[in-house]
């Protein structure tokens, strides 16, 4: 007999439509190729940054204009992050503003750059991003905090929801009370060295903060042999990753899915759908599943 647990979990599982976010990070050349492919496949989320070090925002932009231009998708189909990289995490012979600018001219600057290269209009200024993040804190929580700030005055504007990357509970927390604008989004590491975030995914979940995993597979190969994500993906018939992202997804993560390969794109989504039919069919089984998994990575019971 299924409890309400259980049911519970489904339902979660029901709502996270669509079940990821595209990552564009070291795609380079490919970028425009593989974001378009991604579009085909049916992802609807996409993560990018103002970082050319890894990230080439550009091509992002001119593969979503090319994708509304032949009807896959519209923009308001479209979720869209980019975020602001400090000096520390570029490429000194390649940023988009100048790094002994200081802070306020730094962020304007990039910002622009944003707008310019994911602009769905002819007019940047007439466009908007749905999240930007701080993609670190600053060195210090002072300038974190100033940081935060002038990205306020875009919002709700050119910047619908402000956010933050690889980040601590202590600093999020700061942010949060001292903050007008309150973070929706966190995006950091899922892996054992942080422990899964436990507290601070506790935090985000208490505070209506989405929290976004990265590396999810790539931080996990012990988590991708385990017992519960092999039982479940014996059970469905899908690959270990499919069974460890849909787990993964049902502590409440968004996952950020960065595959190069337009089979993987389309055989994730698939996945995830079956393991989510599965699953409201085999309550009892993906409750104890569900729970193994739990306990392996040290999640409280909810």
Request: hydrophobic share 35%.
């Amino acid at each position: 007999m299924a409890n309400s647990t259980s049911i519970q979990s489904i339902s979660r599982m029901q709502d996270a439509q669509p079940p990821f976010i595209y990552g564009t990070a070291w795609k380079k050349d490919q970028t425009k190729r593989l974001v378009k492919e991604a579009l085909v496949a049916g992802f609807r989320h996409v993560d990018t940054a103002a970082q050319p070090r890894h990230y080439q925002e550009h091509f992002v932009g001119e593969a979503l204009r090319e994708a509304y231009a032949e009807g896959i998708v519209k923009r308001e189909d479209i979720y869209l992050q980019t975020k602001y990289t400090t000096p520390a995490g570029q490429d000194v012979s390649n940023m988009p503003y100048n790094p002994s600018a200081p802070l306020e001219e730094q962020i304007k600057t990039s910002v622009a750059s944003s707008m310019s290269n994911l602009r769905h209009k002819r007019n940047p200024k007439e466009c908007y991003v749905d999240c930007l993040l701080l993609h670190s804190p600053l060195p210090a929580i002072e300038q974190t905090l100033e940081a935060w700030k002038l990205l306020e005055s875009y919002v709700p504007n050119q910047i619908r929801t402000l956010g933050i990357s690889n980040v601590t509970l202590p600093i999020l927390h700061t942010i949060y009370e001292n903050s007008t604008i309150k973070p929706s989004v966190v995006q950091n590491r899922f892996y054992p060295q942080t422990r899964y975030d436990v507290p601070l995914r506790a935090f985000c979940a208490e505070h209506d903060i989405v929290y976004q995993s990265f590396w999810t597979l790539t931080g996990n190969p012990a988590l991708l042999r385990s017992k519960p994500v092999v039982a479940l993906a014996d059970a469905v018939g899908v690959e270990a990753s499919v069974a460890l992202y849909t787990l993964v997804m049902d502590l409440g993560v968004v996952v950020l899915n960065g595959t190069t390969s337009s089979e993987h794109m389309r055989n994730d989504l698939e996945g995830i759908a079956k393991v989510r039919t599965w699953a409201a069919r085999h309550l009892d089984e993906w409750t104890k599943i569900n729970a193994t998994f739990e306990q392996q990575i040290g999640q409280p019971s909810r």
